[in-house]
């Protein structure tokens, strides 16, 4: 690998249902340890481009690269285990098993955490969450909403991700808990050990942490650059439907 691999790069990246196309020709990178904002409308394609990069989808047309890595036709186990995690919309927690099960489950499961290590990174999750410390032998399907949350963003940091995909975590929560949630992902970079991180949202509050931004509607990528540079009319072209706008 050369020092300047992006850790995730979407080439030419198109998924169809059928004759239905989903995502059409989307192309981004995502440097180490950059927050990249993807946000849109409902039904705009966030959703389905997390999962095709998890391979979870139809099959997806274009290159998907983790570092120097072609992950394109991998299954999704060996996607995690090259260090891509995938945090979905509605958490999906194992409802059973407690919390301390569920990150346990996901050390193993990614194999990326050494066996020996596994609790110093349990350890962790509860220090940057601390409610999970005093729900760690709670069935996880008991849990709020909000900590349900913590849990699925803690599954996939004690698998010390490379890249680390956030669907949509502030959908369904209420809004201290979607604040406890992005004041993580703002105070806490260093303990996503570098990862960089995909995160798609329906709204702006993703701009709060991010350091690019990119606009998808209707399955298209509509503006890529600063947040900065995201203005009120590029906003209202991509959530109404008109034309797009070219990368900056």
Request: hydrophobic fraction near 45%.
């Amino acid at each position: 690998m050369h020092i300047s691999d992006p850790a995730l790069t979407l080439e030419n990246t198109s998924i169809s249902y059928g004759h239905v196309s989903a995502i059409s020709n989307v192309s981004l990178t995502l440097a180490a340890g950059e927050i990249l904002a993807l946000i849109g409308p409902n039904g705009a394609g966030k959703s389905t481009l997390l999962r095709g990069i998890m391979n979870q989808t139809a099959k997806m047309n274009g290159h998907a690269l983790a570092e120097a890595l072609d992950i394109t036709s991998m299954p999704p186990h060996r996607i995690v285990r090259a260090g891509i995690l995938h945090v979905p919309e509605g958490r999906q927690v194992v409802a059973p098993l407690t919390v301390r099960e569920n990150l346990q489950l996901a050390a193993r499961a990614s194999r990326r955490c050494p066996r020996r290590e596994v609790q110093d990174e349990i350890d962790r999750v509860h220090e940057l969450f601390p409610p999970l410390d005093r729900l760690r032998d709670t069935p996880a399907g008991l849990l709020s909403g909000g900590e349900q949350q913590m849990v699925a963003i803690g599954r996939a940091l004690v698998a010390r991700p490379k890249v680390l995909l956030l669907d949509e975590p502030s959908m369904g929560l209420a809004p201290v808990m979607v604040q406890v949630i992005y004041d993580f992902l703002g105070a806490h970079r260093d303990a996503l050990g570098g990862a960089a991180v995909l995160l798609a949202e329906q709204n702006r509050i993703a701009l709060s942490v991010a350091d690019r931004v990119a606009v998808l509607s209707r399955g298209q990528l509509g503006f890529v650059g600063p947040c900065d540079s995201l203005s009120d009319s590029i906003m209202t072209e991509a959530y109404l439907g008109t034309e797009n706008h070219s990368s900056t």
